[in-house]
Nanobody
């Protein structure tokens, strides 16, 4: 059963912007800290941005700090990642996560959305 569904990926030129969204169940949004991970070809999955269940304490990987903004709307059960000033090295599959690794195999994951930054 799919618990998290991402959207908003695509092809964008360097310097452009994209806004990723992730929709899930009320149970997930009322319980878990959440985040966005990404995985580029040949690389390990990495945490890009995270946010607490209540929407506070956002934190970011150093490579995206100042360019990406994570937010969540618990009333609409939606997680966002606003990505500005995109670079070719941001190219990856981006995954929505609930649990931030604290629950191991019981974390929730979306199916991923492709982001490609290229001229």
């Amino acid at each position: 059963q799919v618990q998290l569904v991402e959207s908003g990926g695509g092809l964008v030129q360097p310097g452009g912007s994209l806004n990723l969204s992730c929709v899930g169940s009320e149970t997930i949004f009322s319980t878990y800290g959440m985040g966005w991970y990404r995985q580029a070809p040949g690389k390990e999955r990495e945490l890009v941005a995270a946010i607490s269940q209540g929407g506070g304490y956002p934190n970011y990987a150093s490579s995206v700090k100042g360019r990406f903004t994570i937010s969540r709307d618990n009333d609409r059960n939606t997680l966002h990642l606003q990505m500005n000033d995109l670079k070719p090295e941001d190219t990856a599959v981006y995954y929505c996560n609930a649990g931030l690794g604290y629950y191991g195999d019981s974390d929730y994951w979306g199916q991923g959305t492709q982001v490609t930054v290229s001229s």
